[in-house]
């Protein structure tokens, strides 16, 4: 659905902007207090908040809305930015008027396309009050104008919005294809323990075409995209006392057997609501898009460019250093190919 949109939906951009208006409000009085004061006067529906050692069942979720007493709990352990994102979030079920929705941040089950759908026009509903539309819009300009690739000052732009990491790559995947005409965009996000390789995908976006990471439970990912070396890069730094603030790097992504190269730019910080938890967001654009030629910074000769697959059991690159497992499923695919070719002759 969000490829058919190209991740931009208008009516919902109006709706944020619309919101505002109606309540006196500009993008910069955005924030949990005053959100939390709409949503009690206006929808009756109170915050409050719960903790691990209240509810150690419920210690990962963000939040929790109670229909019949009214309220929005929100984990003690969430950032003001999450807790700003999550209040807005639950505006918008209300100004969206949308029914049919979970109770719940994250998905404990799934019964229908339309609780999807609506869940996400909230959450897309949200990041739209917390990051003005035209402001992101100037903003892009200036990093895309950049004649060097330059991590400190796409942190100044990550740091210009009162919102997290992965809202703010979000919000940039709703307007580059709507205001810059890059269309290839790929957003994946990973999880992993602190010190762990385990290494898992939690949230994937493809737009115009299918490649780079795939869900999977059984194959391991390629250890040199930049989304796994930052979650490395992460640990590290935790084990030696210097991590401090999220770290950013980039690299051009040349895949090996999709045969396509993207700029992947990539975030990871530690999480708030889970103990030992990293993450790490990253997005990437296409560089065969006619667009991305407005992107000054990509003829930087510092940015590194590193040969990429899926996982490890699909990948044709023998002598990688970085390979954990053997290629098993590359295998079973060549394997069937001959044997397809000896049945022929037959």
């Known amino acids: 659905y ?18 505002l208006s109606d309540n006196g409000l500009e993008f910069k009085d955005i924030n949990e207090s005053t959100l939390s004061k709409i949503l009690k006067d206006k929808y009756n529906v109170s915050v409050s908040l719960f903790d691990e050692e209240d509810q150690p069942l419920l210690a990962n979720l963000r939040s929790i809305y109670k229909p019949k007493s009214g309220r929005l709990l929100l984990n003690k352990r969430i950032s003001s930015e999450q ?95 709507q205001h810059f005409g890059i269309n290839n965009i790929i957003f994946v996000r990973f999880e992993a323990q602190s010190g762990s390789t385990d290494y898992k995908l939690t949230k994937e976006m493809h737009l115009s075409r299918k490649l780079g990471s795939r869900e999977t439970h059984t194959e391991h990912y390629c250890r040199r995209w930049v989304s796994i070396n930052l979650l490395d890069n992460l640990s590290f730094k935790q084990s030696i006392g210097k991590y401090s603030k999220p770290i950013i790097e980039a690299q051009t992504s040349s895949f090996v057997e999709a045969k396509s190269e993207f700029f992947v730019v990539g975030i990871a910080r ?52 970085e390979r954990l497992f053997a290629p098993t499923v590359l295998q079973k695919q060549r394997r069937i190919k001959e044997m397809k070719k000896v049945l022929e002759k037959f």
Request: proline share 4%; charged share 25%; with cysteine.
């Open 2 to 19: 969000q490829e058919m949109h190209s991740n931009y939906f208008p009516e919902l951009e109006n709706s944020a902007e619309e919101f």
């Open 83 to 177: 807790r700003t994102f999550t209040i807005a979030k639950e505006l918008g079920f209300f100004y969206l008027d949308l029914k049919e929705r979970p109770m719940t941040s994250s998905w404990i089950e799934v019964n229908s396309f339309d609780e999807v759908l609506n869940n996400f026009k909230a959450s897309y509903f949200a990041g739209a009050l917390q990051i003005s539309q035209n402001l992101l819009i100037d903003k892009i300009k200036d990093w895309f104008a950049q004649k060097h690739w330059n991590p400190e000052y796409f942190e100044k732009l990550t740091q210009s919005f009162k919102s997290t990491p992965e809202t703010l790559l979000h919000r940039m995947s709703n307007l580059i294809p």
């Open 270 to 321: 530690q999480l708030h609501i889970q103990r030992n938890i990293n993450e790490s967001v990253s997005m990437g654009f296409g560089l065969d898009d006619p667009g991305i030629e407005q992107i000054a910074f990509l003829k930087d000769k510092k940015i590194v460019n590193n040969q990429v697959n899926k996982t490890c059991e699909r990948c044709s690159i023998f002598d990688c250093k």
